[in-house]
């Protein structure tokens, strides 16, 4: 797919996605006034049930009633018009239980154009209960048209939220999967992409490696079948030796990439075994001096580690150093400066390869492990190998209970650290 139209569609589907959230939260935000209306509406109607029920009972006794006469002995404890307040609190508690209404409030009788409560059912809300757009005219029983029933409820914002919170909750939920799930198949998406470009850089590094030694092959081949060369002993010689050489350069290739499909399988095996690192550093650098002189390049060995004794899988971690040797001489494009290093750490031994070339960016250093992938230094093919190297290093490292580090800067070289555990009872051996 084009970058182009990948980046097409996901904006369409970003803004899809951007109008759905916009969608939902109009929803919620109208289903959240549509509650305060229904409650607004409930307790008016509770208020106007509780009015009816006071005007119903003007003509009641004081003994049992809401209302009193002139010579009624508790009238200091009565409201304006001679209301008994311990009649009217279950009057509006029933009233409000009906109305589905629970939970704190305070209720009073005031003027709208008074800037004091008449009563009030607790003391220290009388500005809110004032202020409050919960009212219930008295006119029918008050003479002044003026005078109101009231109620306040503390938690009024929150019982709308409250009675449609499970609802949000899912609605959110859902929301939350819905866009974690665009982010994961864009991430998605970019993830294959990158690994179809790696791939086929892969390929292409194949065929490009293939056909260099095929060609030479051939090329020698076709020369050994002319008389004249034939004759000549040394020219026989000749190109049957760069068939030979290029033949093992062809196995070699072949062999990384089996490498690859074994370790993808995890079918490869270890044999541990007790092992001098110094030694095989030793042998695997004698092994790569050859092609680091042939670029006039220099390979120096500083083995510290007092203790150097590891239980590991020889020819497996030769390979790993070798690996590291063959990155840093491949990515020093001037003449190589190399040096491998051991020191003790805690309790195991360190490895560190050390190399003056291109270094490795911020970038790059967070894939360099990956299956496949190699350092751009701007062509295709001026640095060769398959990218399985450094993957094949961690794999192979990680296997034996290690780890491995690396400090990089661009244009200052590389810093590759491989730790591996000590084998003690052969250092205790050794030391004694």
Avoid at 31 to 41: G, I, R, T
Avoid at 120 to 129: F, P, R, V
Avoid at 169 to 184: D, M, Q, R, T
Avoid at 237 to 251: C, H, Q, S, T, V
């Amino acid at each position: 797919m084009k970058k182009t139209t990948f980046l097409i569609i996901v904006s369409i589907t970003g803004i899809a996605l951007a109008g759905i959230i916009f969608i939902q939260f109009f929803w919620i935000r109208n289903a959240l006034l549509l509650q305060e209306e229904q409650f607004d509406n409930r307790v008016r109607l509770a208020l106007k049930g509780t009015v009816n029920q006071m005007y119903e009972s003007k003509g009641d006794t004081c003994n049992d009633g809401l209302f009193c006469k002139n010579d009624c002995k508790r009238q200091s404890q009565l409201l304006p018009g001679g209301i008994n307040p311990d009649v009217l609190k279950p009057l509006i508690k029933n009233e409000f239980s009906e109305a589905g209404l629970r939970g704190p409030y305070v209720y009073g009788i005031f003027s709208q154009d008074s800037s004091h409560a008449e009563f009030i059912s607790k003391s220290g809300y009388e500005a809110q209960l004032l202020g409050s757009t919960h009212t219930a005219s008295l006119s029918c029983i008050f003479k002044n048209n003026q005078m109101v029933l009231g109620a306040w409820f503390p938690d009024e914002r929150n019982r709308a939220f409250h009675s449609i919170f499970w609802w949000l909750l899912v609605c959110f939920i859902l929301l939350i999967v819905l866009v974690f799930g665009f982010i994961f198949n864009i991430y998605s998406f970019l993830r294959q992409k990158k690994i179809s470009e790696m791939k086929t850089d892969f390929v292409n590094n194949i065929t490009h490696e293939f056909k260099t030694p095929i060609a030479t092959i051939s090329l020698a081949s076709e020369m050994l079948l002319k008389p004249s060369v034939l004759l000549s002993e040394t020219k026989a010689r000749k190109y049957a030796g760069i068939i030979y050489d290029e033949n093992i350069r062809l196995k070699n290739q072949v062999d990384h990439v089996l490498q690859l499909a074994v370790l993808d399988r995890g079918t490869y095996s270890l044999r541990f075994e007790s092992i001098d690192i110094h030694q095989l550093i030793q042998k695997a650098a004698d092994s790569f001096q050859l092609l680091v002189k042939e670029k006039n390049g220099s390979l120096k060995l500083l083995l510290n580690a007092a203790n150097h004794m590891v239980y590991a899988d020889s020819m497996h971690i030769e390979n790993v150093v070798i690996n590291l040797l063959d990155n840093a001489n491949k990515y020093s494009p001037g003449i190589p400066d190399i040096v491998i290093s051991t020191f003790n750490r805690n309790d195991h031994v360190v490895v560190a390869v050390v190399d003056k070339g291109i270094g490795i960016s911020a970038e790059n250093q967070k894939h360099i492990f990956r299956k496949m992938y190699r350092v751009h230094t701007g062509n295709l093919h001026d640095v060769k190998g398959f990218g399985l190297g450094l993957y094949y290093v961690k794999r192979l490292v990680d296997a034996h209970n290690g780890n491995i580090n690396l400090h990089s800067e661009p244009g200052n070289g590389s810093r590759f650290e491989i730790s591996l555990p000590l084998d003690y009872l052969s250092n205790i051996s050794q030391n004694q």
